[in-house]
């Protein structure tokens, strides 16, 4: 999933949570009243505080309280639960993570609701006050400053960014060794806060108004050496918000929604790990503040990478420094959902185990390891903040995430629950079938057999654990794979068809069936970009290098291009695309649509299955279309595109470059044929009468979008901007309309009759020029200074467009005079006059 930018880098949305383990506390429901403090079963009469308004502890916490040991001690005396916190632990900083236990029946909107996900997280830490007053901070790292010489910001900055206190308690008693104090937590947890719960941007998507209190309470609290997991159960009315497209289903608005709620407060590390620095040459996610200390002329946005702490043994340093490779001291360990079908678990084992030949490139072995949740052990919990776990989601949402929780400190990744909905296997099954079908011949039905559809389950588990290691999507992974290597079953072998498997790049659809392509190498896999991309963030350093990290990306990726990074934000750069293959999208596409026209007649054949009707056809139709409107999508893209490759001053070359004159023109002439030229292949008969789908809408949209991106004032002042720099050798905003128009309006000059599917495109491309007039101008190009030049460029970009539909007027009413086709002449005097009444009121 897909984070905030800020600038250059990426704040990760730290995703994860815990539930509440199975032998805890019973629910107890939330009192109206405190109740009375009794020992000895309440015979005993209550002394008077003590100076101060302390209590003796044993009155606090009386022999017959429930205890649970570990970060802090929590005590559970009737109803009510008690926090018995050490001094050593006062000031330290906490990670609170909310989840949803179990989801609210209809409860769900989108990719939001179901049971696992994560609704909130925080830090905080608690410090004593004034009058035996134990007071909550909320805890924010967004501007920081070490330097508290005479000189330095940090006095400046603290003033400047005084924590919040969100909560207040009073100490009920001092610890028993009186290094500690005891707290009641009850109530503050009873209440809808914003440190626990529900966020309020979550509270929205899920439609959640105020919280029922009678309808609410503590299930249970459990205290680990590390973390503590607080339960509760929560009931919330919901709100009209529901029925803004959110969601069209379930409870109706002003019913009661329950939810079972789970929160981690996690330690974190009192010495937080040492930092590796993001470098978007690399595609790590990233957690940032403002450093007051970085610049001293200035401020600098500091940004490191995260990723788990991984260090070696005391005994194994020397070791590991001479190139050994030795066990970290906490290997990286994932367990199976314990709801997981069993037949899928050695699938998604392996997908976690796939990624130890990376970890090994950084001089680790057994640093990830997958493994089935513990059974019958009451200590072992999905919810547990110490375990990292892929949770199974019985869920018709066709997708996996693989979110994580970090230390804003640092960087370092805490924690993981991988989400894995139950309906990712229909979204696998239909990319493989339309992209690979006519190579596999087990891909040619509805229902695969189990051992392809684990694999297509191992894949996606290591693209997701991929994520969870810190790594972004790699976009830009497969364009620098030459198209003609994918059809080579050697070099396939060695390298895969992409050389990372956090590209969108999902099967092998350019290889052909002459090609005798082995299954393996139509499948992503851990490439050499992903170990790459391993070593650098996992290499283990004592202390961080910038420069050696810095000369290691020029050495390592200038001798090897297929370690590139090409970043998934990037709209202008035609290599960062998803689920595109090779180096060229016109060759690829190519080769794609060859298999295409092998499925389409074969599909009535493969969809069909006994007693069902013919819902799989249309499904898997409607992926063929989508899949070859992708080709065209990927081959529009060039036109206009500017490719962008960050480098440091070290390095040579260029970081601005735009796509040579050649392969643009090269991507129209595909566009010309594939596209616009009518692709009748597409339009089956048998498949329309038995679906209603292919029909000239389906058409019509395809080419809508393409004109859509072709005729917009983004691609004209790309190409306006390509020719300010490039002059002659740029492809022109005025050459790209006029081939456009040689092609959609072939019919013009040639006096043939325009059918039903050209005449359909010809009114789209028209209306895209009327709307493209009457369009604010765009804006520039992004890095571009918005300057008076920029505005003349735009202007320019006017200009020619309507000197381009004055000049396609012209010849429209020249071929209504020579035209003898009725329903053609009708056609072009209506976009006569539509031109006419856009270029009278334009002027």
């Known amino acids: 999933m897909i984070r905030k930018v800020k600038q250059c880098f990426f704040f990760s949305v730290a995703l994860s949570g ?52 570990g970060m802090f001690s929590v005590h559970k005396v009737s109803e009510r639960y008690l926090l018995e916190i ?30 696992g996900d994560m609704i909130g997280e925080n830090v905080i830490r608690f410090a004593k006050g004034p009058n035996n007053k134990l007071f909550l901070y909320s805890v924010s790292h967004q501007e920081v400053s070490k330097d508290s010489s005479e000189n330095g910001m940090y006095r400046s900055v603290m003033n400047s960014n005084l924590q919040p206190i969100v909560a207040s308690f009073d100490i009920k008693a001092l610890a028993k060794d009186s290094a500690g104090v005891v707290i009641d937590f009850t109530d503050y947890i009873n209440t809808d806060n914003d440190i626990f719960y529900f966020e309020a941007m979550t509270k929205r998507q899920l439609s959640l108004g105020m919280m029922q209190p009678d309808k609410s309470f503590i299930s249970g609290m459990k205290s680990f050496p590390q973390n503590i997991e607080i339960g509760t159960v929560r009931t919330y009315m919901r709100t009209p918000a529901q029925q803004q497209g959110q969601q069209s289903f379930g409870p109706a608005t002003g019913a009661p929604a329950t939810y079972e709620l ?37 401020v600098k946005t500091t940004a490191m990478i995260t990723r788990w702490r991984l260090e070696p043994k005391a005994e194994d340093i020397e070791k590991y420094k001479r190139g050994e490779l030795v066990e970290p001291k906490n290997p990286i360990i994932y367990y199976i959902d314990p709801a997981t079908p069993k037949k899928w678990v050695p699938y998604l084992i392996q997908g976690v185990n796939d990624w130890q030949a990376a970890f090994e490139k950084a001089g680790w072995k057994n640093a990830i390891i997958a493994k089935e949740a513990p059974k019958n052990d009451p200590e072992w919990s999905v919810e547990d903040a110490r375990h990292n776990v892929i949770v199974y989601k019985p869920s018709d949402v066709a997708n996996a995430s693989g979110p994580h929780v970090h230390d804003p400190r640092s960087g370092e990744i805490m924690e993981t629950h991988i989400n894995w909905y139950h309906n990712i296997m229909e979204l696998v099954h239909n990319w493989y079938m339309v992209q690979v079908s006519p190579l596999d011949p087990k891909a040619r039905s509805m229902q695969f057999d189990d051992e392809l559809m684990g694999q297509l389950i191992r894949f996606v588990s ?19 794979v030459p198209v003609e290597k994918l059809r080579d079953n050697k070099w396939l072998t060695e390298h895969g068809h992409t050389p990372s498997i956090m590209d969108y790049a999902r099967f092998n659809y350019v290889a052909q069936p002459e090609d005798n392509i082995d299954r393996n190498n139509l499948f992503p896999r851990i490439g050499e970009y992903d170990k790459w991309a391993i070593e650098w963030g996992y290499r283990w350093m004592p202390e961080e290098q910038k420069e050696t990290l810095n000369n290691w990306i020029i050495s390592k990726t200038t001798a090897n291009p297929y370690l590139w990074f090409g970043t998934e934000t990037d709209a202008n750069d035609p290599r960062g695309q998803n689920e595109d ?13 060859k298999n295409l026209k092998r499925i389409v007649p074969n599909l009535i054949t493969w969809t069909k299955e006994p007693t069902e009707g013919y819902a799989s056809l249309r499904e898997m139709y409607t992926e063929v279309t989508g899949q070859f409107n992708r080709y065209m999508g990927h081959a529009a893209k060039n036109i206009g595109g500017i490719m962008t490759t960050p480098k440091t001053v070290e390095e040579n070359g260029s970081v601005i470059e735009f796509v040579s004159k050649a392969k643009q023109k090269e991507a129209m002439a595909f566009l010309q044929e594939q596209l616009f030229t009518t692709p009748t292949w597409l339009l089956d008969k048998k498949i329309f009468s038995l679906t209603g789908a292919g029909d000239m809408n ?11 991106r072709l005729l917009s004032n983004a691609t004209i002042s790309k190409l306006l901007l390509f020719e300010s720099v490039h002059g002659a050798q740029a492809y022109t905003a005025k050459e790209m309309l006029d081939e456009l128009k040689r092609g959609i309006w072939s019919e013009l000059k040639s006096a043939k009759a325009i059918d039903i599917y050209r005449r359909n495109l010809q009114k789209l ?40 539909m004055r000049t396609l007027l012209a010849e429209i009413k020249a071929a209504i005079a020579t035209s003898s086709d009725p329903l053609t002449k009708l056609h072009l005097q209506d976009l006569a006059d539509r031109l006419t009444t856009s270029l009278d009121t334009k002027k």
Do not use: W
Not at 31 to 60: F, H, I, S
Not at 269 to 296: C, E, I, L, S
Not at 582 to 592: H, I, Q
Not at 791 to 798: H, I, T
């Open 765 to 804: 491309y028209v209306e895209r020029l009327i709307a493209l007039t009457a369009e604010a101008p765009a804006a520039t190009v992004p890095g571009a200074p918005n300057t008076s030049a920029a505005v003349s460029k735009m202007n320019d970009g006017l200009s020619i467009v309507k000197g381009h």
């Open 262 to 298: 789970n929160s981690s407060l996690v330690l974190l590390p009192k010495t937080p790990m040492k930092p590796r620095y993001f470098d978007n040459r690399v595609g790590y996610f990233a957690t940032g503040f403002v450093d007051f200390d970085a610049n001293p002329q200035g």
């Open 462 to 480: 290591s693209h997701e654990v991929g994520h969870t290691l810190g790594l972004r999507h790699n976009f830009g992974s497969s364009s620098t």
């Open 581 to 593: 293959l090779g180096d060229n999208a016109m060759k690829a596409g190519l080769y794609g649509i």
């Open 698 to 708: 389906t058409i019509a949209n395809m080419q809508n979008g393409a004109l859509g």
């Open 86 to 115: 050490p001094d050593s632990l006062l000031g330290r900083e906490i990670l609170v993570v909310n989840r949803i236990a179990k989801s609210a029946a209809g409860g769900r909107a989108g990719f939001m609701g179901y049971a």
């Open 18 to 69: 815990l539930l509440l383990c199975s032998n805890e506390l019973t629910a107890q429901a939330r009192p109206t009243t405190a109740p009375a403090d009794t020992t000895n079963g309440g015979n005993r009469t209550m002394r008077p505080p003590a100076a101060g308004g302390l209590r003796p502890y044993q009155e606090v916490v009386p022999a017959s309280a429930r205890t649970d040991k």
